[in-house]
């Protein structure tokens, strides 16, 4: 097959690690982003996404994220090269649903392989045992099914009815559930927007929920940009800090839904002593990125001012701001 003619879309960040943008990083990416390349819009209609059918917004953008086309031969040849030396530790591909997906991603997945063994996240809507099979064959490591959404009610005003798009609560479900057989737990995850109109219990008791069935759980912060077709303001960052401690809690085995008080919603007693709480939170780990292991995505959907996944782990004065968030002394 002819790859020197096919593209992909990469991060700028990835290009910049990868020596093919010149971009100042003060957090370089540890994983490698990539998108399949299509001239296609994407067949679904989520209200947040840029690349969705009725979105008019630029095709080159994810979130807060620029993804330019580039050549997918000299992609994978500086790939891996980065992972042999360490800069990259985890490449990860983003679908859309279009007509050539399948090909596009399987032949992405492929060109990968036969330069590096490093570790591939995919992140795809439901797709079937069959074809999970033949993802893990391929050398998929991860697998990604985002419901974005913490509700069903809200799954299905953003990404689903409501929106006039395809994807089904329950069809997203069931495709965790068959990954989960295929790859084993904590080899699936998902990613969930905080901050599209759920409460905090919405929230936790959801994330309580992915993990005990063995999900791992991305955390996003809704990010109003101009692209959006959404009228919400961005996520409020003390519902963000919440809901990030919280999940910090219920992955590390420290809390559960169940120990944690709920006042109109929102969490109000965590159910442990305030010293392990004071402690969890000045050790800064739970405002950091969550998701597939080296997976950091710098400002993939925050900015300098406003950040609310920490790449790396948050500085003194960084962590004064996180506790003013959480209404701490
Ligand atoms: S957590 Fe990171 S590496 Fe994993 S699928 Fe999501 S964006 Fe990709």
Same mark, same amino acid.
């Given at each position: ?9 990469? !991060? ?5 690690? *990868? ?12 994983? $490698? ?34 993804? =330019? ?10 790939? #891996? ?23 596009? $991603? ?20 439901? *797709? ?9 064959? /391929?050398?998929?490591?991860?697998? %990604?099914? =985002? /419901?974005?959404?913490? %509700?069903?009610? *809200? ?6 009815? #409501? ?7 329950? $069809?997203?479900? +069931?495709? @965790?559930?068959?990954? /989960?057989?295929?790859?084993?737990? #904590?080899?699936?995850?998902?990613? @969930? ?5 759920? !409460?905090?219990?919405? $929230? ?14 991305? @955390?996003?912060?809704? %990010? +109003? ?23 910090? /809690? ?10 944690? &008080? ?13 010293? @392990? ?15 597939? =292991?080296?997976?950091? &995505? =710098? ?26 968030? *959480?209404?701490?002394?």
């Amino acid at each position: 097959m002819d790859t020197g003619s096919r593209m992909v879309r990469a !991060s700028i960040g990835t290009l910049g690690v *990868l020596g093919m943008e010149l971009v100042f990083m003060d957090s370089p990416p540890t994983t $490698a982003y990539l998108q399949i390349y299509s001239e296609e819009r994407c067949r679904a209609n989520c209200r947040f996404c840029a690349q969705a059918r009725g979105s008019e917004a630029d095709l080159t953008r994810i979130a807060r994220g620029i993804y =330019p086309p580039v050549e997918l031969a000299t992609v994978v040849e500086r790939l #891996g090269k980065a992972y042999v030396h360490g800069y990259i530790r985890r490449v990860c591909i983003q679908t859309m649903m279009t007509a050539g997906m399948w090909e596009d $991603a399987t032949t992405l997945i492929r060109e990968v392989r036969r330069t590096s063994h490093v570790p591939i996240s995919f992140s795809t809507h439901p *797709l079937g045992v069959e074809r999970y099979h033949t993802l893990k064959e /391929l050398g998929v490591e991860h697998l %990604t099914i =985002p /419901l974005d959404a913490c %509700t069903e009610e *809200l799954f299905d005003e953003i990404k689903g009815r #409501g929106a006039n798009s395809p994807h089904c609560w329950s $069809a997203h479900l +069931s495709g @965790l559930a068959d990954a /989960l057989h295929v790859f084993g737990p #904590g080899k699936v995850g998902t990613h @969930l927007i905080i901050g599209m109109g759920e !409460s905090d219990e919405d $929230a936790i008791r959801r994330i309580d929920q992915l993990c005990r069935d063995g999900i791992i759980t991305a @955390l996003f912060a809704y %990010t +109003s940009v101009k692209s959006s077709r959404m009228h919400y303001n961005c996520c409020d960052p003390s519902h963000y800090r919440r809901v990030q401690l919280a999940h910090h /809690l219920i992955y590390t085995g420290i809390d559960r839904y169940d120990e944690m &008080r709920f006042e109109d919603g929102r969490v109000v007693n965590y159910g442990i002593g305030t010293e @392990l709480l004071d402690r969890v939170v000045r050790a800064g780990e739970a405002f950091q990125t969550t998701g597939c =292991p080296a997976c950091n &995505r =710098p400002y993939a959907t925050e900015t300098h001012r406003s950040m609310r996944n920490f790449p790396q782990k948050p500085t003194e004065s960084q962590l004064e701001g996180i506790r003013k968030e *959480l209404d701490m002394p």
